[in-house]
């Protein structure tokens, strides 16, 4: 590349700069955030450190310090102070911790395979993925753009679970396994809700003019969604009570107390003898 290339170049990235609406913390910020938050409600694990322990009170300081700072690139775009947006967020966080403990349960109570909430808390990817939507779904809430995004998108490069932040999730949720799991931006989830690995909660059409309606399925209260299935469509309601086998796939709703399965049709080939 010559010197009038790289000036050029140079120049057009200025000018490209210049166009972006946001500017965002770091993704750095934003995992390390959640990830310091998850450790501060919940210290199982800790980390081999010759650093001095703190107490909780100065954990507490300085989770809402590092959010502070990572408003600080948004100001343009917040609609209420930083104060009163901290204040709001973290006048919340014990109900989301006492949240989080009912899905923990629900993953403990309801996996064969786990030994304890210990385990689920420190280690199932459903569990993180579970924790860091809750978190950012407090966040859209409370006003604040693209950050929601960057935790929940995070989280999914850790467990291959993707749940948009703006989507209404109830008490006592359990995700199992969990790789593969899609739930979109306008999906509604009721209580007690178990969703295996491959499951997609969508929209059965994409398309920008449709951002604001509501695109992706409600799943009531008490469903079991087995792995692979497939639920699309913002009118789409599965009844409460109601078991989804796997890889059904569901555009349209169904009552309360139901049973949906994929049938496979199996044929058995006639193996032809071999001539000697």
């Known amino acids: ?24 913390p770091s993704r750095h910020d934003a995992g390390k955030f959640i990830q310091d938050l998850i450790n501060f409600l919940f210290p199982i694990s800790k980390d081999c450190t010759s650093c001095p322990t703190k107490d909780i009170a100065m954990k507490y300081a300085d989770l809402r310090n590092s959010l502070n700072c990572m408003l600080e690139p948004l100001l343009p775009e917040l609609e209420k102070s930083k104060e009163e947006i901290l204040d709001d967020v973290f006048g919340q966080i014990p109900g989301i911790y006492e949240k989080l403990l009912l899905d923990a349960k629900s993953i403990t109570d309801n996996d064969p395979a786990s030994v304890s909430i210990e385990e689920v808390i420190s280690v199932y990817p459903g569990f993180m993925a579970i924790a860091t939507y809750r978190f950012a779904n407090l966040f859209a809430l409370a006003g604040i753009p693209l950050l929601p995004r960057m935790l929940t998108e995070f989280a999914h490069s850790q467990t291959g679970i993707d749940i948009h932040p703006n989507a209404t999730i109830g008490h006592s949720f359990f995700i199992d ?36 309606s509501k695109r992706h399925p409600t799943i009531e209260d008490n469903v079991v969604v087995y792995a692979n299935a497939t639920i699309l469509g913002g009118e789409t309601v599965i009844g409460h009570d109601s078991i989804i086998g796997g890889n059904a796939w569901l555009v349209r709703s169904v009552p309360p107390f139901s049973q949906v399965y994929h049938q496979s049709k199996i044929e058995i080939r006639q193996q032809t003898p071999s001539i000697t």
């Open 1 to 24: 590349m010559t010197t009038n290339q790289q000036n050029e170049f140079f120049q057009r990235l200025a000018e490209q700069n210049e166009q972006y609406r946001y500017q965002l």
């Open 177 to 212: 396994h969990g790789t593969g799991v899609v739930i979109g931006e306008t999906t509604h989830i009721g209580n007690n809700v178990k969703l295996y690995q491959g499951v997609t909660l969508g929209a059965t059409f994409v398309s920008k003019s449709l951002a604001s």
